[in-house]
Nanobody
């Protein structure tokens, strides 16, 4: 049974930090890439950060320099370190994996991007 599960969301004040974690188990494939996405009420789902299986990373312009994506391959855990958080970062954050070839540049460019498996999301709230 495939399970993708996020954790680490919460409420912080502007300028604060959070670290999100994602575990993916039961995958019948080796992920070509993994990514973090976020969605606000009434908004679309946007790619925030992506990492491919060579360890290359890419970020949306809105978070570059503040967020860092990383992956512990031994434990198969994906992380998103979020620093200097702003109220505009308030959203539900989702972790996702992709079975087929992947463009982390396209994933984080603001376009809709089809991933294979998604978690249920974790809420991040940043207060001003």
């Amino acid at each position: 049974q495939v399970q993708v599960e996020e954790s680490g969301g919460g409420s912080v004040e502007t300028g604060g930090s959070l670290r999100l974690s994602c575990t993916a188990s039961g995958l019948p494939y080796t992920s070509r890439c993994m990514g973090w996405f976020r969605q606000t009420p009434g908004g679309g789902r946007e790619g925030v950060a992506g990492i491919d299986n060579q360890g290359n990373t890419q970020y949306a312009n809105s978070v570059r320099g503040r967020f860092t994506i990383s992956k512990d391959n031994a434990k198969n855990i994906l992380y998103l370190q979020m620093n200097n958080l702003e109220p505009e970062d308030t959203a539900v954050y989702y972790c996702a994996t992709r079975r087929v070839s992947c463009s982390i540049t396209y994933m984080t460019s603001g376009n809709a991007y089809d991933m294979t498996h998604w978690g249920k999301g974790t809420l991040v709230t940043v207060s001003s």
